[in-house]
């Protein structure tokens, strides 16, 4: 996966995450329905943006950023800020 796919997952989770807001808004979806996916779509977006940072960085310290998998969810969400 390059960087370029992981960008374009990123713009796919950010406009789903803007339908969904315009779904509550139309009554279409319930607070609870929309709180839980926007929870996915958070941790996805989490583990595409370190995804992202780790390619970046291999890149920049003359590593294969290709060779760079992703972290399960859980890691990611388990950084410590």
Same mark, same amino acid.
């Given at each position: 996966?390059? /960087? *370029?796919? !992981? +960008? ?5 989770? !950010?406009d789903e ?7 509550l808004t *139309? ?13 996915? +779509?958070?941790?996805?977006? /989490?583990?595409?943006? /370190? +995804?992202?940072r780790r390619?970046? *960085? ?5 590593? /294969?950023?290709?060779? !760079? ?10 950084? +410590?800020?």
């Amino acid at each position: 996966m390059d /960087d *370029a796919t !992981v +960008l374009g997952r990123i713009h796919e989770l !950010v406009d789903e995450e803007h339908r969904l807001r315009g779904q509550l808004t *139309a009554g279409e979806v319930s607070s609870e329905e929309e709180q839980a996916r926007l929870r996915e +779509l958070e941790e996805s977006l /989490d583990q595409c943006w /370190d +995804l992202l940072r780790r390619r970046r *960085a291999a890149r920049q310290s003359g590593d /294969d950023p290709d060779r !760079v998998q992703p972290h399960s969810k859980p890691q990611v969400e388990g950084y +410590l800020q």
